[in-house]
């Protein structure tokens, strides 16, 4: 019997995982037909930096959480605060069930997996069998900065195949998305993009974004 295929969803800085299904509603609409398995999970820190007052607005019950504080050193480097913790609650969530298929995440989630990519593709972070099949990146446009992640980063584009979802020019970190694209393999990279800024794309407007979406998801499962 074919399992299920498995997508594990990493939501964006001082979210939850709740808060990110509830921003993906249209996209998981667009994909109920198929027979995948979306899991969201909340990061491991809780947020020890400000809220944004639209979040909050929306979700005043919270939890907030954060995958990491970036913070500035004196040295000029970026120390990803609580890095640790969310790499070894990381290592254990990918070890548990059926190795998840694609591996997804939204803003700071999608840093996270370029991150875990390069740590599963260059390092024995974990077995090879544990590996993911596809990474899916919405508006991801920071590369890792911490000095243990860049390294990684280092020794050319990531090979895994991907799909990024850039939100156009109204999103505050286009450029940097654009960026980013450098960071994974050209022939395996699948890159569409929306006109409505810093979230996930939706039916309404980005109808057309949404089903190559789920098209471009189809190809890498099948």
Same mark, same amino acid.
């Given at each position: ?94 070890? =548990?069930? #059926?190795?998840?298929? @694609? ?6 989630? %999608?840093?996270? !997996?370029? &991150? /875990? ?48 979802v850039l939100g156009g020019p109204r999103d505050v970190l286009y450029e940097e998305q654009k960026a980013m694209l ?10 569409? =993009?929306? #006109?409505?800024?810093? @979230? ?6 980005? %109808?057309?974004? !949404?089903? &190559? /979406? ?9």
């Amino acid at each position: 019997m074919t399992r299920r295929k498995r997508i594990l969803v990493l939501h964006g800085l001082r979210l939850s995982g709740d808060m990110q299904r509830e921003l993906m509603s249209d996209v998981l609409e667009s994909c109920s037909g198929q027979d995948w398995e979306w899991t969201f999970v909340d990061a491991p820190n809780e947020a020890t930096g400000p809220v944004r007052r639209i979040t909050r607005e929306r979700w005043p019950q919270g939890p907030y959480c954060e995958w990491w504080n970036a913070t500035d050193q004196a040295d000029g480097t970026v120390k990803y605060v609580g890095l640790e913790r969310t790499l070894d609650f990381m290592r254990e969530v990918l070890s =548990e069930g #059926a190795p998840y298929d @694609v591996l997804a995440g939204y803003s700071q989630g %999608g840093t996270l !997996v370029t &991150a /875990l990519t390069a740590l599963g593709e260059r390092t024995d972070f974990l077995p090879a069998e544990r590996g993911w099949r596809a990474a899916l990146l919405f508006n991801s446009g920071v590369a890792p900065r911490d000095p243990e992640l860049v390294p990684l980063l280092a020794d050319g584009p990531l090979q895994t195949p991907s799909i990024h979802v850039l939100g156009g020019p109204r999103d505050v970190l286009y450029e940097e998305q654009k960026a980013m694209l450098e960071h994974w393999s050209a022939p395996g990279r699948t890159v569409l =993009e929306h #006109a409505e800024g810093h @979230v996930p794309p939706s039916l309404a407007a980005s %109808g057309a974004v !949404v089903a &190559a /979406l789920a098209d471009a998801i189809e190809r890498q499962l099948s």
